[in-house]
């Protein structure tokens, strides 16, 4: 395990600025999500940690848990799996980890038995002797997990390791990444807001190529907490109007309404709460949800981004 | 240098693997053979083709052995450079667009081994695929026609084959410099028609044209002295190659991105 240290990280490409000034510390053996709208420079950040793209200037810098610092070549620390990794198609599942954990550093023997170990984990054993041209989507994703962790980094990073996959391909990543968390430090990008909320312990939030908040998500929650009511209301005749009318409320200082849930921010929480539980009482109103000071990450996302 | 090794491995099986190892030296060998083969047939050829009014007589002098190696060469140098620069054309460019290359370069690999390993792999296709078309023509040519000195032929070989590796490994760093595998080919074929014309043009230019030691080899095939140093074009055509090759391991270290050109930006 490790931790990051990024400082004044920039990256432009000609006349346009993808990554402004970018500082930022990964804390060790968290998870860590990057969130942020297309073209925030989610991509641009990782690509630049991982050394594929050159900074235009500033530096990353790794600090293990013995306490050693590593400022150059971070690559032998550091496992990246790409939105859609790429594979020599030609080659078995088998024979491109053993390429790949040979050019970590593995000796022949090594890399083959962590190659076999990785199929394994990532249920890809049966697939393993097949070519990888016939691979699925999710299963590239998880010889691409294979592939990035085959060397034991201390930290990996992925780009948006789920966007591109159905449900079912979804859950097996995502229930792959949950084992590994705690030991080994994780760092993602991905507008997929739920498994953020299920997977990270610390937030980054990112829109055009700047920091827009950050900060360990329990912590992030509670500064906002108190401050909305979501309620769900099984559809009815009058749901709209009566959505509509809930702004009327006292202490209610704005409502977003969208389909069956409103979400209300209010600036005192117990009396906001009595009168709509009062409200929803005398209506009879078929309500299916009530969450109360519990800000949602896509709230939070929203209000941030939209700022 | 290990990891140069791996990546030379996997060259080498992809080269296997996609038949590249046995067709690119079977075209070389088609084009080998089939000059002696023509030429010894040449006269029976034009008579059966009926073109020719009744009783002309064809007399053509009887090629000596060096001139068919020469045409060999010749052959070579047309067809058979067309087919290695097809062949290693996308070498790099193609693996840095579907991102293979920012798969292999995320680990703790030099660029510098990976276009080592390219350009061993890409030699290791040349040096046998010109061997086997070489050793084809001079086997049907000493059968077909009459001896000649195994020292003139090996190292007319040694010398032709200067040229040839020379644009393999241009056609090796055109593909690290430029996007697309086609851009590559042609930038590499329009070099080799360049030295080709300059070589036309000012007679002098052995002292920095590669593509001279065709002329030379087929000087020694013919077994005349060469109206140049050989000696001199064989040691600038190293020194060039070296030259680019090392520019090519320079700018493969200092390249700012390995990633697709269309999706460095976010």
């Known amino acids: ?46 690509h630049m940690l991982t050394g594929l793209l050159k900074p235009t200037s500033g530096t990353v810098s790794l600090r293990t848990s013995a306490g050693k610092s590593v400022g150059s070549d971070l690559r032998p620390h550091l496992g990246f799996l790409p939105q859609a990794p790429s594979f020599s198609d030609w080659m078995t599942g088998r024979e491109w980890l053993r390429f790949i954990g040979k050019l970590s550093g593995l000796s022949r023997k090594e890399a083959a038995s962590r190659a076999g170990q990785w199929l394994e984990t990532t249920g890809l054993a049966e697939a393993a002797d097949r070519r990888i041209g016939g691979y699925s989507g999710g299963m590239r994703q998880r010889l691409g997990l294979a592939q990035a962790m085959i060397h034991e980094p201390s930290i990996l990073l992925l780009d948006e390791p789920v966007s591109a996959l159905d449900p079912i391909g979804r859950r097996e990543v995502m229930s792959l990444l949950q084992s590994m968390k705690g030991e080994i430090t994780l760092l993602f990008s991905t507008h997929v807001l739920h498994e953020v909320e299920e997977l990270c312990d610390d937030l980054v939030l990112m829109k055009e190529g700047s920091i827009v908040k950050q900060g360990e998500w329990a912590e992030l929650r509670k500064e906002s907490e108190g401050t909305v009511i979501t309620i769900e209301v099984e559809r009815f005749s009058e749901m709209q109007d009566w959505l509509s009318s809930l702004s009327q409320l006292p202490s209610i ?55 | 240098m290990r990891n140069t090794l791996i990546l030379f491995q996997k060259e080498w099986m992809e080269l296997i693997r996609h038949y590249k190892w046995l067709w690119v030296p079977l075209v070389f060998l088609l084009l080998g053979i089939s000059q002696p083969i023509t030429m010894k047939f040449l006269p029976d050829i034009l008579a059966s083709t009926g073109s020719l009014p009744e009783g002309t007589m064809i007399q053509l002098p009887t090629p000596t052995s060096g001139e068919i ?29 579907s991102g293979v290359a920012g798969a292999i370069l995320t680990k703790p690999v030099s660029p510098a081994s990976y276009l080592a390993a390219k350009w061993a792999a890409a030699m290791c296709l040349t040096i046998p695929a010109f061997s086997i078309g070489y050793a084809g023509a001079w086997y049907y040519t000493v059968q077909l026609f009459e001896p000649i000195p195994a020292l003139a032929v090996l190292t007319a070989a ?43 043009l000012w007679k002098d230019s052995y002292l920095l044209n590669p593509s001279k030691l065709i002329e030379g080899a087929q000087y020694m095939l013919m077994e005349q002295p060469p109206s140049f140093s050989v000696g001199v074009t064989v040691f600038m055509t190293l020194l060039l190659s070296g030259l680019l090759f090392a520019i090519g391991l320079w700018s493969a270290t200092k390249r700012q991105s390995w990633l697709p050109a269309d999706k460095g930006s976010y």
């Open chain 1, 253 to 307: 200082t704005k409502t977003e309404i969208s389909g069956y849930t409103a979400a209300l921010h209010t600036n005192d929480m117990n009396k906001a709460r009595q009168a709509l539980l009062q409200e929803v009482q005398r209506k009879r109103i078929p309500l299916s949800r009530f969450d109360a000071g519990v800000i949602s990450l896509e709230q939070l996302f929203m209000e941030v981004v939209a700022r």
């Open chain 2, 69 to 97: 190696l020469g045409q060999v060469l010749s052959q070579f140098n047309t067809v058979g450079i067309l087919l290695l620069v097809l062949a290693t054309m996308g070498t790099i460019s193609s693996e840095v667009r």
């Open chain 2, 158 to 200: 040694i010398v032709a084959l200067g040229w040839f590796c020379f644009i393999v490994t241009l056609a090796v760093v055109m593909s690290l410099w430029l996007a697309s595998g086609a851009a590559a080919a042609f930038s590499t074929l329009a070099i080799a028609l360049l030295f080709g014309l300059i070589n036309l």
């Open chain 1, 1 to 46: 395990m490790s931790s990051l240290v990024i400082k004044q990280l920039t990256k432009s490409f000609g006349s346009h600025t993808a990554v402004h000034p970018l500082n930022l510390t990964i804390r060790e053996g968290k998870c860590t999500a990057l969130l942020g709208p297309n073209g925030a420079g989610k991509t641009t950040t990782l």
